[in-house]
């Protein structure tokens, strides 16, 4: 793959994830305040709301995507070491799939089991 | 090829450290602190969909001194790793370069993420009837 059009759209996607997080960061951040010391019936009712579904979703699948491509660039600046630094980017390409993953199947789960 | 054993110059033992640059950096460190921090994230959610048992596990550690300090942490991380992130967007449309400009939006960075921040903390333990 040419390696400048690969920068070029982690950079776009970089930006564009970081648009859409701005407003969804003070939605999660507003859910996540009122939910302080709630009990677990509480949280899942927040979760079971399909218009909180789908932003949570939508959050966490940009917030894994962002990090994974911030967490990159810091890799790229400080590591040299050429195996380690493949090797360590695509640890976090895992990392950040299989997390997202996680709170993704976490999130259904509350939603059908609610 | 690997690190090599050419001295470098030195920078951060003899640079100034300016509002710029320690704004700069501290982007960096706050954004690896908020990726760190989707562990505690993937950790809730997780409890949450297993139940009473694991979610009131995490709670508790939340709730300790110790889990407060992490989230107030990550919290200011949060808010100020967002308003900065704000900031560097305005740069990318091409707004904001002239070095005033730079400096007053650096200020209002740090402002409003202390404000956000403790706002958010309010919030929260009003929310727990801590002022009712």
Redesign the interface.
């Known amino acids: 793959m040419n390696p400048s059009k690969e920068v070029i759209k982690h950079w776009w996607v970089q930006?564009l994830t970081?648009?859409v997080?701005?407003p969804l960061?003070f939605w999660f951040?507003?859910s996540?305040?009122?939910?302080?010391?709630a009990?677990?019936n509480t949280?899942?009712g927040w979760?079971a709301n399909p218009i909180a579904l789908v932003l949570l979703l939508i959050t966490i699948f940009t917030?894994?995507h962002h990090?994974q491509l911030?967490?990159r660039v810091?890799l790229e600046d400080y590591v040299?070491?050429?195996w380690l630094k493949g090797f360590s980017i695509a640890l976090t390409k895992i990392l950040a799939v299989t997390?997202g993953t996680?709170?993704f199947?976490?999130?259904i789960?509350?939603f059908f089991?609610s | 090829?690997?690190?090599s054993d050419r001295p470098l110059s030195p920078h951060l033992q003899v640079y100034k450290l300016q509002l710029t640059s320690v704004l700069s950096i501290l982007h960096?460190i706050t954004?690896?602190a908020?990726?760190l921090g989707?562990?505690l994230?993937?950790w809730w959610?997780?409890?949450?969909?297993l139940?009473?048992g694991a979610?009131?596990i995490v709670?508790n550690i939340i709730?300790s001194w110790f889990g407060r300090v992490i989230l107030l942490g990550w919290?200011f991380s949060?808010f100020y790793h967002?308003c900065n992130?704000?900031r560097?967007?305005f740069w990318?449309i091409g707004l904001g370069f002239k070095l005033s400009a730079t400096y007053l939006s650096g200020w209002l960075v740090i402002t409003a993420s202390i404000v956000l921040t403790l706002g958010?903390w309010i919030?929260?333990?009003a929310?727990?009837g801590a002022f009712s």
């Open positions: 930006r970081a648009v997080l701005v960061t951040v507003s996540i305040a009122g939910l302080v010391g009990d677990v949280v899942r979760v917030v894994f990090a911030g967490v810091v040299h070491a050429p997390l996680v709170c199947v976490a999130v789960t509350i089991t | 090829m690997g690190t960096r954004g690896l908020l990726a989707t562990l994230l993937v959610l997780v409890a949450a969909a139940g009473e979610f009131e709670q709730a919290s949060l967002l992130g704000i560097h967007l990318d958010a919030w929260g333990y929310s727990m």
